[in-house]
């Protein structure tokens, strides 16, 4: 079947990443120039297509000049906030605004939708599209690379490198005062950056939501490290990590609850088992922000093309992906059914217990 799709709309959802504006850019370039749509941009996410008038403007391909496609962030903004079926109102009431959403989608008279997201954002718009009739593909991205049927989200590899780039920054110096340096990294639920980007950075430890851990079994590790003859160690930590009584440590900050500390955790209670200094670095947004890498450029042009070919072919409802080297479209229902997490016994895992990285299980 081929669609006789006309005018569609972009939106960016969730948390940002690198590599976003890519994205829109390969949509823009593959709808106009390969079917001579119009593209429209929506602003912050579904919060756009609430707005009076929509927030949404017409994306032209002459705005992709070729500084967007190497510019962080979303030149269209995002959120990761307001649940558009329980959205938090300003009186503290909590109010289902879907209907305004399709409304929106429909005053732009859009013939499909793009919605670039993680597994939130997307499981939020499959809702959207099965009750407003939308015609709708998603692409995966986010930091975390937790979306399911995927190997690759957009991103992702942009904040390995700033991990690992992390990594090589505190090697120095931790040589230089014979420290432990601890670097907690982002990771909402997978321990992806923390295991990649602690293999590549030479961490001696990685701790990852998915590995149960001991404290014994780190300090044990960072002891023996000494006795080698090393006068500093990296730990690498995912911020989703738990206290080893199975708590998720959690900092409050501007009143919200988020994923934090568990480095300073980790820090405090070796200190009980071992006398060398120890220092924190929390990575943080950094990890989120920064020029997207060629891999990210690269998935990003690739699934922004697949994603446009999926509309015109009258695929709706489904998510690209990459698997196995190739581009993939699978279900959306599928792709947020369950999220990707480290495979505690594929090949990344074993190539650090080969390292001799300790995942502080042993
Ligand atoms: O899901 C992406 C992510 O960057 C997580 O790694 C992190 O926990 C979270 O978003 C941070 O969200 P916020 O930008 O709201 O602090």
Redesign the pocket.
Known sequence: MVSDIKRIGVLTS??DCAGLNAVLRAVVHRAVLGFGWEVFGIEQGTLGLMERPVGARLLTVEEFDGTLLRRGGTILGST?RGNPFAYPMPDGSVVDRSEEIIEGYKILGLDALIGIG?DGSQALLRRLAQQGGINLVCIPK???NDVGETEISIGYDTAVQAATSALDSLQPTAASHDRVMILEV???DAGHIAIVAGIAGGADVILIPEIPYALEHVAQKIDRVRRHGRNFSLVVVA?AVKTESGDPVTVKSAKKH??GGIGHYIADRLADHIDAETRVTVLG?I??GGTPDARDRLMASAFGVHAVDLLAAGKFDRMVGWRNRGLIDVPLADATAQPHVVDVNGPIVATARALDICLGDQ
């Open positions: 969730g948390g990761n993680g986010t930091i975390d982002m990771g909402r911020e988020r994923y947004h990890q989120r």
